[in-house]
């Protein structure tokens, strides 16, 4: 009888998300956020510019927890676009931006964002999520909203270094 062998190893493995990582997925967000401009005349450029710096440093200091960009007409997101960061360090798939939901009736709805943060972040006090907001250079800083029903349909993933977004969209079944 031949004795049995075994052997047993480790790997230790340590990513670091940069903030050029945070860049690459974030700027797929912007992409589609400018077709959204495209389709249906919102978010400006500068709120687009806004919200990628918003997305970077949240994404990248592990405080975002989902983020909607989209219309509603104060019951239901009509037709939007939201992002789950995922931050396990499993490496997902990067898609290509696009296939963002065109020609829905948006009249006499409001174009919006929602956000909520991770619990790290609610850990923060005001003056340092002020200051975080301020060092990011965002224009602005984020209230407390409700959220709308949807039924969102994952569609794309967008990351770099085992950290990024799954991307969420929702619209009316014939838009699609």
């Not at 998300?17 to 401009?37: E, W």
């Not at 500068?46 to 989902?66: F, G, M, T, V």
Request: proline letters at 3%; a positive charge; glycine letters at 6%.
């Amino acid at each position: 009888m031949t004795p049995m062998s075994s052997a047993s190893f480790t790997t230790t493995q340590s990513a670091t998300f940069t903030v050029t990582h945070a860049r690459h997925v974030v700027a797929k967000i912007g992409t589609d956020l400018k077709r959204m401009q495209r389709f249906y005349q919102w978010p400006s450029d500068n709120e687009i510019a806004d919200y990628e710096r918003e997305a970077i440093a949240l994404l990248q200091a592990k405080y975002l927890d989902w983020v909607i960009y989209g219309f509603t007409d104060g019951t239901r997101w009509r037709v939007a676009l939201k992002y789950a960061a995922r931050y396990g360090g499993i490496l997902i798939e990067d898609s290509s931006p696009g296939r963002v939901p065109m020609g829905v009736d948006v009249t006499g709805c409001s174009a919006s964002s929602l956000l909520a943060y991770t619990r790290s972040w609610n850990m923060l006090d005001n003056h340092q999520q002020a200051s975080f907001y301020q060092d990011a250079h965002v224009s602005f800083q984020r209230t407390l909203g409700s959220d709308y029903h949807a039924d969102w349909r994952s569609d794309r993933t967008y990351s770099a270094n085992g950290r990024g977004v799954l991307r969420h969209s929702t619209a009316p079944p014939q838009y699609g």
